[in-house]
Structure formats: structure tokens, C-alpha cells
């Protein structure tokens, strides 16, 4: 819950049940945006539709502005917010899995569970093997330590890292956005593919 939980003190009961509602709300948005077909999903991989990108990417920018427009109006303070904290192999390894995961079952985490909740049995399976795999992964956890503790960064920030100030940060982010959104428009007319887009 960001920095809204420390400010206002709220209780861990209330904290869960904002939570609660963010994730209905989350999922009603996923689901209406096409993200419970699996076939649009995995039409970033092929080309043939990007909406996954363009939806990401605007969601990403619209964030990161928020977040420095508050921060320099210090309507937000910046210090409490927890970035999550960077193991270099865990980033690399977790990405490939999750990478070949998404183009094979056609599902990200969160999005297997918005089409699951609605009754897709492709996406209830691949849910399934996502649960078999983080309990195999925590029952194996000590023959993994080593690997997933190497190289820890901390919470670290691409800004901090690059020694850029957020704001030129989020200028290249949005910079970075254009030029996929002009890529993901040309794909889009080499890769289109109707009999399928139409069906989505």
C-alpha cells in the first residue's frame, strides 16, 4: 500500500482489505482490457498485437509521473516508499523462466488468475503448474540459496544506478514508450493476423 499505511496508521485488517478491493478492481480492468485471452497475450511474442506493451508501458509512465510530481510538490514522500530489493541472478533466472512461461502458456501470473476467475480451463492449468512450481521451489529453496542470494544489489533505482535524476529518468522511460508504441503499430500491420484478432 505504498506510503499510505505508515502516514495514516491504518490497521493491518483495514490495510488488507483496501488491498482487497485494489486487486478486484485490478482484475476488472485486466479482463476488460483483453488480458484473460491467452492468444492476445501471446500476440506481444508474435507481433501480430501489442496491447500487453501499450498498456504496461502507459501504466508505467503514468506511475512514474505521479509519483514525481507528488514527490516535488511533497504531496508523497519518496523515502517510505519500498522498492523492491535486486538479486542480479534471481532478476536474470526468474526473468528466462517467466519469459519462456508467458510465450508457451500464454499467461503471466496475474493474468493466469483474471482468466481463471472467469472459467478458462487453459488458464486454471497453467495457474496450477504455477503452484506446483512455487511449492517445488520452496521446498527446494536450500539446494537454490547460493543462486538466488548471489549478487544483491539492495534496493537500488535505474536512476540511482545510471546517476540520473528521476525526472530525466522518466523522460527517457516515456522517450523509450514512443518509439515501442511506433514499433508495436508496425508490427502490428506486418505480423496481423485476422483470423485470430478478430476472435479476441
Do not use: H
Not at 2 to 20: C, D, K, Q, R, W
Not at 90 to 119: E, K, L, N, Q, R
Not at 128 to 137: E, K, V
Amino acid at each position: 500500500m505504498g506510503p499510505i499505511v505508515p502516514i495514516f496508521e491504518i490497521s493491518t485488517e483495514l490495510n488488507f482489505l483496501i488491498a482487497f478491493i485494489i486487486g478486484i478492481g485490478f482484475g476488472f480492468a485486466l479482463e476488460q482490457a483483453g488480458f484473460s485471452s491467452s492468444r492476445k497475450l501471446a500476440g506481444m511474442f508474435y507481433g501480430y498485437d501489442t496491447t500487453v506493451l501499450k498498456v504496461f508501458f502507459t501504466a508505467a509512465i503514468v506511475a512514474m509521473i505521479g509519483l514525481v510530481f507528488f514527490n516535488y510538490f511533497e504531496l508523497i514522500d519518496m523515502s517510505i516508499i519500498y522498492v523492491n530489493e535486486y538479486f542480479v541472478n534471481s532478476a536474470i533466472i526468474g526473468g528466462v523462466i517467466m519469459g519462456v512461461g508467458f510465450i508457451v502458456g500464454g499467461f503471466c501470473p496475474g493474468t493466469s488468475v483474471c482468466a481463471a476467475a472467469i472459467g478458462k480451463i487453459d488458464a486454471m492449468a497453467y495457474l496450477g503448474g504455477s503452484l506446483i512450481g512455487i511449492f517445488a521451489f520452496g521446498e527446494t529453496y536450500p539446494l537454490w540459496k547460493d543462486i538466488y542470494m548471489k549478487n544483491y544489489l539492495g534496493g537500488v533505482k535505474l536512476s540511482t544506478t545510471l546517476g540520473i535524476s528521476d525526472g530525466l529518468m522518466v523522460f527517457g522511460v516515456i522517450a523509450m514508450a514512443v518509439m515501442m508504441f511506433w514499433i508495436g503499430e508496425w508490427a502490428e500491420k506486418k505480423f496481423r493476423r485476422p483470423d485470430i484478432t478478430n476472435e479476441l
